[in-house]
T-cell receptor, first 112, second 115 residues
Framework: GENVEQHPSTLSVQEGDSAVIKCTYS??????FPWYKQELGKGPQLIID?????GEKKDQRIAVTLNKTAKHFSLHITETQPEDSAVYFC???????????FGKGTRLSVIA | GAVVSQHPSRVICKSGTSVKIECRSL??????MFWYRQFPKKSLMLMAT?????????EQGVEKDKFLINHASLTLSTLTVTSAHPEDSSFYIC???????????FGQGTRLTVV
């Protein structure tokens, strides 16, 4: 089955700097790669996703890149703000109604 | 994005009682929903896949008689924790994939505390 590795487990950045979180996956059949932001006591919120037919996707300060050959994808947050502080999870799954397999999460702290 | 609504957000129950958690897809039909469990400072662990009109598929190690799943309609799945014990205390989260865009969305989660 699919296995997703996520690094780093914790990340501290100064406000205004960029943050990068990286994930690798094992199943070459996976074709959907979402990123979630989870705040304390809340469910995960989808912030951006990418599919295997796309190499990069950007939404304002957030971007995701995908390298299918190397089986890794990354989340990039630019101009970080204190409200970006949260736990971020990457995930991978196949098409259709297949469940997501999650990475272990990255606790991002943005220091004002 | 698509909306998945989960209720209740928080519940406290006595040992031995049962608790039902509801998960609704508000603006799309979901033939499949997923139930996850999350321990403090840990990632989400898939418990089961809920299939509309048929039996749920449980992950290895998850007791199907303890965690009853019903997916009676295309917009509602329920998870019932039966004969709850303190070790069942956890954060339970449901998810559904929007068939139009195939995005995966989560409910707000339910914090279950068994005393």
């Amino acid at each position: 089955g699919e296995n997703v590795e996520q690094h780093p487990s914790t990340l501290s950045v100064q406000e205004g700097d960029s943050a990068v979180i990286k994930c690798t996956y094992s199943d070459s059949a996976s074709n959907y790669f979402p990123w979630y932001k989870q705040e304390l006591g809340k469910g995960p919120q989808l912030i951006i996703d990418i599919r295997s037919n796309v190499g990069e996707k950007k939404d304002q300060r957030i971007a995701v890149t995908l390298n299918k050959t190397a089986k890794h994808f990354s989340l990039h947050i630019t101009e970080t703000q204190p409200e970006d502080s949260a736990v971020y999870f990457c995930a991978a799954s196949g098409s259709g109604n297949t469940p997501l397999v999650f990475g272990k999460g990255t606790r991002l702290s943005v220091i004002a | 994005g698509a909306v998945v609504s989960q209720h209740p957000s928080r519940v406290i129950c006595k040992s031995g009682t049962s608790v039902k958690i509801e998960c609704r897809s508000l603006d799309f039909q979901a033939t499949t929903m997923f139930w996850y469990r999350q321990f403090p400072k840990k990632s989400l662990m898939l418990m089961a896949t809920s299939n509309e009109g048929s039996k749920a598929t449980y992950e290895q190690g998850v007791e199907k008689d303890k965690f009853l799943i019903n997916h009676a309609s295309l917009t509602l799945s329920t998870l019932t924790v039966t004969s709850a014990h303190p070790e069942d205390s956890s954060f339970y989260i449901c998810s559904a994939r929007d068939p139009a865009g195939m995005g995966a969305f989560f409910g707000q989660g339910t914090r279950l505390t068994v005393v």
